[in-house]
């Protein structure tokens, strides 16, 4: 599968986004999908996840109750909705795609990542 993420932006603090990924191939709904970041100095983190059905989610608990991990299979897109943003979210963010379990940190397919900056 081929991720190609999109939607960052530079926004304000208590702002919004949305992040889309299009997924190409017709395999996408057998995936569990995740979010990631990494900031400038930073090593990449976890963000949000979503099991291949749309049923589960996971979020680091720096993003709990401000960000929303969703997906719409028949078009082939994940999405990130990101609200009420703070500059400490100021990132590279990155889809990618979990061939394994909702459980696993295993994800072999990357996207090449769309720039989200909050001003403060």
């Known amino acids: 599968v081929q991720l190609q993420a999109s939607g960052g932006g530079l926004v304000q603090t208590g702002g919004s986004l949305r992040l889309s990924c299009a997924a190409s191939?017709?395999?996408?709904?057998?995936?569990?999908m995740g979010w990631f970041r990494q900031a400038p100095g930073k090593e990449r983190e976890f963000v949000a996840s979503?099991?291949?059905?749309?049923?589960?989610?996971n979020y680091a608990d720096s993003v709990k109750g401000r960000f929303t991990a969703s997906r719409v299979n028949a078009n082939n897109t994940l999405y990130l909705q990101m609200n009420s943003l703070k500059p400490e979210d100021t990132a590279v963010y990155y889809c990618?795609?979990?061939?394994?379990?909702?459980?696993?940190?295993?994800?072999?397919?990357w996207g090449q990542g769309t720039q989200v900056t909050v001003s403060s």
């Open positions: 990618a795609a979990n061939p394994t379990s909702f459980d696993s940190d295993r994800y072999d397919y």
């Open positions: 191939g017709r395999t996408f709904s057998s995936y569990n």
């Open positions: 979503v099991s291949w059905g749309g049923t589960r989610r």
